[in-house]
């Protein structure tokens, strides 16, 4: 069972340009909203997000502790950085309904090795990196694993409709999307110029010179 992800927040009252102090003073603005859900203004520490963040990305269920007792499980839906930064400047999450499936982008996951890639004889051109899926609360996957040590000609490849997630995972991605494929390796062309030659036709230039010097002298 994967790790459970929480976040300890607390109720923001402070709005508009005045969050800037809050942001001074290591908290980070937080939105809340849902379907079934009010939206809520929440504030979080900023080194404790940053490390929930890292780990839970934009498909990891995050649970909020804002001291009430109740489960508020939700998933990371913006992330807004400093520009120049890179200092977290906003977070906006939503809150997820245990009974109605939500959907979300799946990263995926490359493992294994091609042996013609392995070889030197063929390249692995990478295809999408994520998929949309819709799924429960409960049955969501963090990420997709994606075997290519079966790639072993050139043409061979993966697509969507080669992937097997069962029967609570409901991929809302085209199934003709390519995920992977071995191509073959081009072999670089160097071009040369051919060299000029300047010095056999310096010489048919001067004895073409002396013929017609010599025909006037006739």
Known sequence: MAEEIILSVKPREIVGKQVRALRR??????????????????QAEER????????AGHNRLIRLDNGDGKPHLVIAREI?????????WHVDFQEISLTEKM??????????TSPIVKSGNG??????E???????????IPEIQLDISGLQNIGDSIHVSNLELGDKVEIL???????AKIIPVKEEVVETEAPVAT????????????EDEAEAKK
């Open 173 to 179: 991605t085209s199934h003709d999307e390519l995920l």
């Open 130 to 140: 994520k998929i949309a899926v819709r799924v429960l609360a409960a049955d969501l």
């Open 25 to 42: 003073a290591g908290w980070i603005p937080l939105s809340v909203y849902g379907a079934h859900t009010t939206a809520k203004n929440l």
């Open 80 to 88: 807004q950085r400093e520009p120049i930064s890179g200092n977290l």
């Open 48 to 55: 404790p997000l940053r490390t929930v963040l890292h780990k």
């Open 199 to 210: 010095a056999e036709v310096e010489v048919v230039s001067k004895g073409k010179k002396e």
């Open 103 to 112: 959907q979300v982008d799946v990263p995926i996951v490359l493992h294994g």
């Open 123 to 128: 390249l692995l051109l990478r295809g999408l």
